[in-house]
């Protein structure tokens, strides 16, 4: 199916934790609605960070994308609205659940595909947050995205999670018969510091060097506090390092045509 202009679907994964998954999605977000488009962020991780950053504490797993996935709960009605004019399907502890009670079927992992593919579905482009397993819910973000942006700090234990995600998604091939669309995303880049530089030189020879991003997102303490203040890092520190490297994301992204 063909999306309007201006909408495209993307997920933010990596198996491994903490590596500025949610710091990414939610300044992404930022800056597609800083371009006047309304975004969607889809809040698919039990820890539920993105939604508490944007304010929003569903009292219920009924009120969140939960109740989509265990009775089919249109999305419209979960859908809130957040201060800064993002659309948000928020996340709540119980969805951690959802694997047992779902499994993996073609059905299951394609759900949320389905859903975003009705019209009228998407208000502008979607972010999803993933959480750090390959679990029901990043299989269906994976089955929705047309892009994959994995976030890698830069470690080298990182750097072997990368390796994994790469070896899972390819593993998922077959059933896409195409390669999923990806882009490395390096984080916590600091040129100082002489691993950053090594695990920047292997990430190039154990991925697609034209499947890393050429924009980096150094290490910026503005981008760790904002979330504290509930507020992404253009509404905190528009002028900071952290707020120049996600807008230069977004371009790279538009310019290579993922973000319409
Ligand atoms: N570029 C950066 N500079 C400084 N701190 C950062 C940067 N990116 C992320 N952080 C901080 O690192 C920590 C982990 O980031 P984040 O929560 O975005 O990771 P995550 O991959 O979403 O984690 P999880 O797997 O638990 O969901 C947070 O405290 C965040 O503020
Ligand atoms: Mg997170």
């Given at each position: 199916?063909?999306?309007?202009?201006?909408?495209?679907?993307?997920?933010?994964?990596?198996?491994?934790?903490?590596v500025?998954?949610?710091?990414t999605?939610?300044?992404?977000?930022?800056?597609?609605?800083?371009?006047?488009?309304r975004?969607?962020?889809?809040?698919?991780d039990?820890q539920?960070?993105?939604?508490h950053?944007?304010g929003?504490?569903?009292?219920?797993?009924?009120?969140?994308?939960?109740?989509?996935?265990?009775?089919?709960?249109?999305?419209?009605?979960?859908a809130?609205?957040t201060?800064?004019?993002?659309?948000l399907?928020?996340?709540?502890?119980?969805?951690?659940?959802l694997?047992?009670?779902?499994?993996?079927?073609?059905?299951?992992?394609?759900?949320?595909?389905?859903?975003?593919?009705?019209?009228g579905?998407?208000p502008?482009?979607?972010?999803?947050?993933c959480?750090?397993?390959l679990?029901v819910?990043?299989?269906?973000?994976?089955?929705a995205?047309?892009?994959l942006l994995?976030?890698?700090?830069a470690?080298?234990l990182?750097l072997k999670?990368?390796?994994?995600?790469e070896?899972?998604?390819n593993a998922l091939?077959?059933?896409?018969?195409r390669?999923?669309?990806?882009r490395y995303l390096?984080?916590?880049?600091d040129a100082?510091?002489?691993?950053?530089?090594?695990?920047?030189?292997?990430?190039?020879?154990?991925?697609?060097?034209?499947?890393?991003?050429?924009?980096?997102?150094?290490?910026?303490?503005k981008?760790?506090?904002?979330?504290?203040m509930?507020?992404d890092?253009?509404?905190?520190?528009p002028?900071s390092r952290?707020a120049?490297?996600?807008?230069?994301?977004?371009?790279?992204?538009l310019?290579?045509g993922f973000?319409?």
């Amino acid at each position: 199916m063909r999306y309007p202009r201006g909408v495209a679907i993307v997920a933010v994964f990596n198996q491994k934790g903490g590596v500025g998954k949610t710091t990414t999605a939610l300044n992404l977000l930022a800056a597609i609605g800083q371009r006047g488009q309304r975004p969607l962020a889809i809040d698919l991780d039990p820890q539920c960070h993105l939604s508490h950053v944007f304010g929003v504490h569903p009292r219920t797993a009924e009120d969140s994308i939960y109740s989509f996935f265990t009775r089919q709960r249109p999305l419209a009605d979960i859908a809130q609205i957040t201060k800064s004019g993002a659309i948000l399907l928020p996340a709540h502890l119980e969805l951690a659940k959802l694997d047992t009670m779902l499994g993996k079927g073609v059905n299951v992992v394609t759900r949320l595909r389905v859903a975003l593919h009705e019209p009228g579905a998407l208000p502008g482009p979607a972010v999803i947050d993933c959480c750090p397993l390959l679990n029901v819910l990043s299989l269906n973000a994976i089955f929705a995205a047309d892009l994959l942006l994995v976030p890698v700090s830069a470690d080298f234990l990182s750097l072997k999670g990368a390796e994994q995600v790469e070896r899972a998604l390819n593993a998922l091939e077959p059933v896409f018969k195409r390669r999923l669309p990806r882009r490395y995303l390096l984080t916590r880049y600091d040129a100082r510091r002489r691993m950053t530089a090594e695990v920047e030189g292997r990430m190039r020879e154990v991925l697609r060097a034209e499947e890393v991003c050429v924009t980096r997102i150094r290490e910026n303490v503005k981008l760790a506090e904002s979330p504290s203040m509930e507020v992404d890092i253009f509404r905190h520190a528009p002028g900071s390092r952290g707020a120049l490297d996600y807008a230069a994301l977004y371009e790279e992204l538009l310019g290579a045509g993922f973000l319409r």
